[in-house]
């Protein structure tokens, strides 16, 4: 499929050259059965004319950026990885299939039509601010092999309404400011819940949290009236419930 996006490219999806006007026709693509091999043509050039080429089992960087009117992808089930701003400016793209690899930094970031994410168990991280600022996400499905949530991840996801995570690390930021938040599901192999990982989410009004250590601002201004505590928990950090003036209840299992 190396060949094939790097010759269709400025065509079909959009920006392979950056002084094109033509950001592409293409709105629907099912890539579950390709293989993205090395070779072909450039798939994209920036502003300094650098080219970008495809790699094996890899989306690169910038790959799908800008491509307006694509609304849904389904991705290659041997995905090894989404580089760096590979959807980001996807203006239209609506839902999303990643079954396996890793999610770079910022690769969604700003796509602004994408309700819907599905994340396979063959995902193992996701990336500093993949998520940032997609104002429509309302679904995102995660699974079991996540074991790092990086910083900012799903900053200002103002319209996600609940989240399961199953194990792994929860970045500084990672769900801050997602204002519509009302449940949050902490699985007993989460270790860890960064610095305001959930600061600022207005809606969230309780919360079990069985092992993790928690993170300074962690739940910083929510809406919290009920926290539980799992008797693995030994320490609440500096503010990390403050400003939740509604508490009626913390309780501790140890």
């Given at each position: 499929?190396?060949?094939f996006?790097?010759?269709?490219?400025?065509?079909?999806?959009?920006?392979?050259?950056?002084?094109?006007?033509?950001?592409?026709?293409?709105?629907?693509?099912?890539?579950?059965?390709?293989?993205?091999?090395?070779?072909?043509?450039?798939?994209?050039?920036?502003?300094?004319?650098?080219?970008?080429?495809?790699?094996?089992?890899?989306?690169?960087?910038?790959?799908?950026?800008?491509?307006?009117?694509?609304?849904?992808?389904?991705?290659?089930?041997?995905?090894?990885?989404?580089?760096?701003?590979?959807?980001?400016?996807?203006?239209?793209?609506?839902?999303?299939?990643?079954?396996?690899?890793?999610?770079?930094?910022?690769?969604?970031?700003?796509?602004?039509?994408?309700?819907?994410?599905?994340i396979?168990?063959?995902?193992?991280?996701?990336?500093?601010?993949?998520?940032?600022?997609?104002?429509?996400?309302?679904?995102?499905?995660?699974?079991?092999?996540?074991?790092?949530?990086?910083?900012?991840?799903?900053?200002d996801?103002?319209a996600?309404?609940?989240?399961?995570?199953?194990?792994?690390?929860?970045?500084?930021?990672?769900?801050?400011s997602?204002d519509?938040?009302?449940?949050?599901?902490?699985?007993?192999?989460?270790?860890?819940?960064?610095?305001?990982?959930?600061?600022?989410?207005?809606?969230?009004?309780?919360?079990?949290?069985?092992?993790?250590?928690?993170?300074?601002?962690?739940?910083?201004?929510?809406?919290?009236?009920?926290?539980?505590?799992?008797?693995?928990?030994?320490?609440?950090?500096?503010?990390?419930?403050?400003?939740?003036?509604?508490i009626?209840?913390?309780?501790?299992?140890?």
């Amino acid at each position: 499929l190396g060949p094939f996006i790097g010759a269709v490219a400025g065509e079909m999806l959009g920006g392979s050259d950056f002084s094109s006007a033509n950001w592409g026709k293409l709105t629907t693509l099912d890539l579950t059965k390709a293989t993205i091999e090395k070779g072909g043509e450039y798939y994209y050039m920036d502003s300094n004319k650098e080219e970008y080429n495809t790699s094996n089992h890899v989306i690169g960087e910038y790959m799908f950026y800008g491509c307006a009117n694509l609304q849904s992808i389904s991705l290659p089930e041997n995905l090894i990885s989404i580089e760096t701003a590979t959807f980001t400016n996807c203006s239209s793209l609506q839902t999303v299939h990643i079954p396996s690899g890793t999610i770079g930094a910022s690769s969604f970031t700003n796509s602004v039509a994408l309700a819907s994410v599905t994340i396979g168990d063959g995902v193992t991280s996701i990336g500093s601010a993949a998520f940032k600022d997609c104002d429509a996400l309302t679904t995102v499905t995660i699974g079991t092999g996540i074991e790092q949530i990086s910083s900012e991840a799903f900053y200002d996801c103002d319209a996600l309404i609940s989240i399961d995570i199953v194990k792994g690390t929860i970045g500084t930021g990672a769900f801050q400011s997602c204002d519509d938040l009302e449940s949050v599901t902490i699985g007993k192999e989460v270790t860890s819940i960064g610095n305001s990982a959930f600061s600022g989410c207005s809606s969230l009004t309780s919360i079990f949290i069985p092992k993790a250590t928690i993170g300074t601002k962690a739940f910083q201004s929510c809406a919290l009236t009920h926290v539980s505590l799992g008797e693995s928990v030994t320490k609440i950090p500096d503010a990390a419930f403050y400003n939740n003036g509604s508490i009626q209840e913390i309780y501790c299992y140890n």
